[in-house]
């Protein structure tokens, strides 16, 4: 059972990765912002019915993030300003929640917006290869902070937000981002050419820091989710939950990932 839950988990992952790497390389920019619209209706009606909205009600949630999304694609310079306010968000407001460990209803209806919206801008402005970069991080690092968190951790992060989350675990996620960031710089000739000397301290800083956003991220929606009583914000991806489970730690680290990319090149200038 175990094995066969394996191999579904494999399956879904792969078909994601494969999906992910057509829509970031081959598509337009019109196309590709239709995918990502149909991933944030899909991620807003998750969101919706965690927060206690059902049926017809949670899709025209979905529907209406989608369209604030499109719209915003319609106004220059929307991605860096949207980015910028989600920043803000993520590490003044985020944090606020998760101290209290709850919120109210129409607190979670607003936020979905803006945890959906501008990461979505973002993704749409970042370079193609740049996105899959940051995404990748987001990946390694989930996946060094289990197995760092599975085979050392004793001390509880949240212990009332997510149970299962450590100190350690966390210690070997800052750890798996510096590697990988180290990796991308030797393997990518675009990185290779500018992270040299010096530079090398604010390049380790900004992963560390899309590492940083990526746990809040991640246990802000463990909030919303505890909050409802739910382990998964949906069956919909099998082996995973649903969409917010997987992009949960994305929304929080592709705005940052813009606004560090535009101040590198504004450095660069």
């Not at 590709?32 to 025209?60: D, K, N, P, T």
């Not at 212990?159 to 299962?164: F, R």
Request: charged share 10%; net charge positive.
């Amino acid at each position: 059972m175990l094995f066969n839950r394996l191999l579904i988990r494999l399956a879904t992952a792969a078909a994601l990765i494969t999906a992910l790497l057509a829509a970031l390389f081959w598509l337009d920019r019109p196309a590709f912002s239709a995918v990502i619209a149909v991933v944030v209706v899909l991620a807003g009606s998750e969101w919706a019915s965690l927060c206690g909205i059902r049926s017809a009600g949670a899709w025209a949630y979905g529907l209406a993030c989608a369209v604030i999304f499109l719209s915003l694609t319609q106004i220059a310079g929307a991605a860096p300003w949207m980015s910028a306010l989600a920043v803000v968000f993520w590490l003044s407001v985020a944090p606020a929640t998760l101290a209290r460990a709850r919120g109210s209803v129409a607190f979670w209806i607003a936020c979905g917006v803006l945890v959906l919206a501008p990461a979505a801008l973002a993704l749409l402005a970042l370079p193609p290869k740049l996105a899959l970069l940051t995404l990748g991080l987001v990946w390694i690092a989930d996946t060094g902070a289990y197995l760092a968190g599975t085979t050392f951790g004793r001390h509880k992060l949240a212990p009332k937000i997510s149970p299962g989350k450590t100190w350690e675990g966390v210690a070997g996620g800052a750890v798996g981002s510096l590697i990988y960031a180290m990796i991308c710089v030797v393997f990518s000739p675009d990185l290779g050419g500018r992270v040299e000397g010096v530079i090398w301290v604010p390049f380790a800083a900004g992963a560390l820091a899309l590492f940083a956003l990526s746990v809040i991220g991640d246990l802000f929606k463990s909030v919303l989710k505890r909050q409802a009583g739910v382990k998964d914000s949906g069956k919909l991806l099998p082996g995973h939950g649903g969409v917010l489970d997987r992009i949960d730690s994305a929304t929080a680290t592709l705005p940052l990932a813009l606004l560090l990319l535009m101040a590198a090149e504004a450095a660069r200038r």
